[in-house]
């Protein structure tokens, strides 16, 4: 596969602000960490870590510090940095595959899909999916929504495909239509949900951190690890198409591989984040926008840029979330839309006042 190449100019400013987005995400896990109802300092969060590496620091702490974090706060930030990260890389690939910078992946229906499956597995937990809940323990939900995010995908990828090609434009209209079928699906569950499970189904569909734990973590890793590290290989590829697909072709890509990979990809990470954290939105648009007017369209900076800010906004997002209402939790959605619809909105009326 020949490999197109964009010499642009001021490229060690970009690799300069990759640089700084590390060092935000350092400083946002180490405060992440520390912020709770009980409180650790930065330096003790520090020295707890330093002591896995056999590294003693200047700071005391005691074991209940300890104990919160490695076995509360620990998992919890790792599924962030985890989720936000995906979110952020999903949405940067997806705007590129589409060419469009308002493209999403709930788009293709991942989210609504695997929301779907999680309320459908919440509703009937008791009655038909009795057994299957006994038999799947804590992973019955995110294995639910899982499967429903990637079976939607499998759906819609088929009305999309035809004859070995990938039509884009079926793929929209198609993945309008499952959103709008699961979305009215979800309604009728909701609407013969009884109280409890009207509550889990609020909290779970607004998103949450809260419920996170070392397993769910590494049951995810792999989707996780597939989604962030492959999609970066398609760097080139996406920079291509953003000249036309006919002038990728010429430039030695195979196209329909590319997007299909690429789709497929988003699908296994959205999938996941939707499984373990709920729905959180704005993450994987926002994002890569931020990215694109600071550092321009290549998608070489703008993916791992994308996995290190997305990771950023969402832990600041989670510590707004928990320290907003104390001792009550906001669920993570309605932080992450508060802040990400006006700048939505920006964006909209500064693309409107630029093409006028």
Same mark, same amino acid.
């Given at each position: ?8 100019? *001021? ?17 946002? +896990? ?15 969060? &520090?020295?707890?870590?330093?002591? %896995?590496?056999?590294?003693? &620091? ?9 104990? !919160? ?21 999903? @949405? ?5 595959? =589409?060419?469009?910078p308002l493209a999403d992946p709930a788009l293709i229906g991942v989210s609504s899909g695997a929301a779907l499956a999680a309320v459908a597995a919440i509703v009937l937990e008791t009655s038909l999916l009795r057994n299957v809940a006994q038999i799947l323990g804590h992973y019955y939900l995110p294995a639910a929504a899982f499967s429903g995010g990637f079976a ?6 088929? =009305?999309?495909?035809?004859?070995? /090609? ?5 793929? $929209? ?6 959103? #709008?079928?699961? @979305?009215?699906?979800?309604?009728? &569950?909701?609407?013969? #949900? ?28 792999? =989707? =996780?690890?597939?989604? $962030? ?31 299909? #990979?690429?789709?497929?990809? !988003?699908?296994?990470? !959205?999938?996941?984040? %939707? ?10 648009? +926002? ?31 989670? @510590?707004?979330? /928990?320290?907003?209402? +104390?001792? #009550? ?22 693309? /409107?006042?630029? @093409? *006028?």
């Amino acid at each position: 596969m020949m490999k197109a190449t964009f010499a642009m100019p *001021g490229e060690t400013k970009r690799y300069a602000v990759l640089a700084g987005l590390t060092l935000v995400l350092f400083v946002m +896990v180490i405060v992440s960490l520390g912020i709770g109802a009980y409180s650790i300092s930065p330096g003790q969060v &520090l020295a707890i870590l330093s002591e %896995v590496f056999g590294l003693q &620091l200047p700071w005391s702490f005691d074991d209940g510090h300890r104990a !919160v974090l490695e076995s509360i706060r620990g998992p919890r930030i790792a599924l962030g940095v985890l989720i936000g990260a995906t979110l952020a890389v999903s @949405g940067a690939a997806m705007q590129g595959l =589409f060419r469009n910078p308002l493209a999403d992946p709930a788009l293709i229906g991942v989210s609504s899909g695997a929301a779907l499956a999680a309320v459908a597995a919440i509703v009937l937990e008791t009655s038909l999916l009795r057994n299957v809940a006994q038999i799947l323990g804590h992973y019955y939900l995110p294995a639910a929504a899982f499967s429903g995010g990637f079976a939607v995908t499998w759906l819609v990828y088929r =009305f999309a495909g035809s004859g070995g /090609r990938l039509d884009i434009a079926s793929l $929209l209209l198609a993945g309008i239509a499952v959103n #709008a079928l699961a @979305g009215s699906l979800t309604g009728l &569950l909701t609407s013969i #949900a009884d109280d409890q499970q009207l509550r889990t189904l609020t909290f779970w569909s607004m998103g949450s951190l809260g419920g996170a734990n070392w397993s769910q973590v590494v049951a995810g890793l792999p =989707f =996780f690890l597939l989604n $962030l590290l492959l999609l970066p290989y398609f760097s080139s590829a996406l920079n291509a198409l953003l000249l036309g697909e006919s002038e990728a072709g010429h430039l030695g890509f195979s196209v329909e591989t590319v997007k299909t #990979a690429v789709i497929v990809l !988003v699908a296994l990470g !959205v999938g996941c984040c %939707v499984a373990l954290g709920g729905i959180i939105g704005f993450i994987g648009l +926002v994002v890569p926008h931020l990215l694109r007017l600071r550092l321009g369209p290549d998608h070489r900076i703008i993916l791992p840029g994308s996995a290190l800010l997305g990771a950023s906004l969402l832990l600041a997002s989670d @510590g707004l979330a /928990r320290s907003l209402a +104390v001792p #009550a939790e906001i669920p993570i959605g309605i932080v992450t839309g508060v802040l990400g619809s006006p700048f939505f909105l920006w964006l909209l009326y500064r693309q /409107r006042m630029l @093409g *006028g």
